[in-house]
């Protein structure tokens, strides 16, 4: 297992006396409301984080930590989008990783791309075709979509996924990498500031990777290089 640093999230809430104690329609009390939306907010810029090619380091004074992202973890089984000219991902591009990751021992079962590469992934002859039985008085209906590829060394589950950029998909084997925290999600609250309440919401966290060669990845997606 690599050793990686740990980062800190935050979001701080601000709320008004007044706006706490008025009765709002859903909402137990405004701060009960803003710290859940806090809670939100800090697991998708988390989920951003750990998906990204941010660089690890320790910081130092006036520089905070930061964890090392999935895409500088994959070094090993890394596929160049396209053919050296046309850089839009493609089926070989995903059987090369595929192979690449299953060669190192790794057991891939989920490819991870953004939402516009979910829909070029759509297209690839391997998708599994979903046949549903129609009433016998209307044709059957073949609905094809990018839920399950059919690999040579097994199926993956296509996740589309937001945060991630265009220019990268992710073959991952989920069992050889996880979230792990060193402080789990904590509500402080700060100091009062005039007739309003401050509370921080905040995390420590980091991704552990048990063995980067379990997985690969495909770059580039789009790149154009001179």
């Not at 002859?125 to 094809?144: D, L, M």
């Not at 552990?208 to 060669?213: D, L, M, Q, T």
């Amino acid at each position: 297992m690599n050793m990686n640093w740990t980062q800190i999230s935050d979001k701080v809430v601000q709320v008004s006396t007044t706006d706490d104690v008025v009765d709002k329609a859903g909402r137990t009390t405004e701060t009960a409301y803003q710290l859940a939306k806090a809670s939100s907010e800090l697991k998708r810029d988390m989920e951003s984080i750990l998906l990204s090619n941010q660089t690890g380091g320790a910081g130092g004074t006036g520089t905070a930590r930061t964890l090392k992202a999935i895409q500088k973890w994959l070094t090993t089984n890394v596929v160049t989008a396209g053919d050296g000219v046309d850089t839009d991902f493609t089926e070989a591009n995903l059987n090369e990783a595929v192979l690449e990751a299953y060669n190192e021992g790794g057991e891939p079962s989920m490819l991870l791309v953004s939402p516009t590469n979910k829909q070029a992934v759509s297209k690839f002859a391997g998708i599994a075709e979903q046949r549903f039985q129609a009433p016998s008085n209307k044709p059957t209906t073949i609905v094809a979509t990018a839920d399950i590829y059919m690999s040579d060394f097994g199926t993956l589950s296509v996740v589309p996924d937001r945060f991630l950029d265009n220019s990268a998909a992710l073959v991952l084997d989920p069992s050889m990498a996880s979230v792990a925290y060193l402080r789990p999600f904590k509500k402080t609250k700060l100091a009062k500031t005039g007739d309003s309440e401050k509370y921080m919401m905040n995390v420590e966290y980091t991704l552990v990777v048990k063995n980067e060669k379990a997985h690969a990845m495909i770059n580039k997606i789009g790149v154009v290089t001179p």
